[in-house]
């Protein structure tokens, strides 16, 4: 089944303790993003990569980390959490610039971070 | 800022079509209309996608109007599944930076 899967979907965390959220795709898509929602301010992208190893700075980077070392992968770091970044998070990929068949978003399931 | 203006909120008698309209009255010649859906905190789900002409597939359908400064999607026999927000978007094809505004609230009413 074509997906994209966020692990964990859950993670209560304290502040300071570096933190991983992983997301992987199985559709060979070249473009991944990561988004947070919050209440009021609906959804907002963090970081953004258009292919492996080109990664870009969306609204709301700040705090955060990425890395894209394979076409898959797609992890969103953060270093030094902080309760502001207690949020639900999405990670979405497509087809990407240039191609025809870029026919939407797939989003992962979400992770509800909490940080105390 | 997201460039298109949704109603915050709409109800639906299950099994009638849902009509839900979206303003787009600055669309470059350039940007499609997509429509995503999300239901409670689930990720936000792809629906349906258009430039100027009328879109079906099997989900829902696309209205929209000749001067594309409008567009209404169609869910032509609502469920209480369809029960979500719905976010209508304008971006380029080739352009992977989409903004989302706060959509649509869809009650599908029993």
């Known amino acids: 089944e074509a997906q994209v899967t966020q692990n964990p979907r859950y993670l209560i965390t304290v502040t300071g303790k570096k933190l991983t959220v992983t997301c992987s795709q199985n559709?060979?898509?070249?473009?991944m993003s990561w988004y947070r929602q919050d209440p009021g301010l609906g959804l907002r992208q963090i970081y953004y990569?258009?292919?492996?190893?080109v990664t870009d700075k969306g609204d709301v980077p700040e705090g955060y980390k990425v890395s894209r070392k394979e076409k898959r992968n797609f992890p969103l770091i953060l270093e030094s959490p902080s309760p502001n970044q207690t949020s639900l998070y999405f990670c979405?990929?497509?087809w990407g610039l240039g191609s025809d068949l870029n026919y939407g978003y797939t989003f992962g399931s979400g992770t509800r971070l909490t940080v105390v | 800022d997201a460039k298109t203006t949704q109603p915050p909120s709409m109800d639906c008698a299950e099994g009638r079509a849902a009509n839900l309209p979206c303003n787009h009255s600055?669309?470059?010649?350039?940007?499609?209309v997509y429509w995503y859906r999300q239901i409670h905190s689930q990720g936000p789900q792809y629906i349906i996608h258009?430039?100027?002409n009328n879109e079906t597939n099997e989900m829902a359908s696309l209205i929209i109007t000749e001067d594309r400064k409008s567009s209404t999607l169609i869910l032509p026999h609502a469920t209480l599944r369809d029960t979500a927000v719905y976010y209508c978007?304008?971006?380029?094809?080739?352009?992977?930076?989409?903004?989302f505004g706060k959509g649509t609230r869809l009650h599908i009413l029993p």
């Open positions: 979405a990929s497509s």
């Open positions: 600055t669309i470059s010649g350039n940007e499609y």
């Open positions: 258009g430039l100027k």
């Open positions: 978007i304008v971006s380029p094809r080739r352009d992977d930076k989409i903004i």
């Open positions: 559709m060979n898509h070249e473009y």
């Open positions: 990569s258009m292919n492996v190893e």
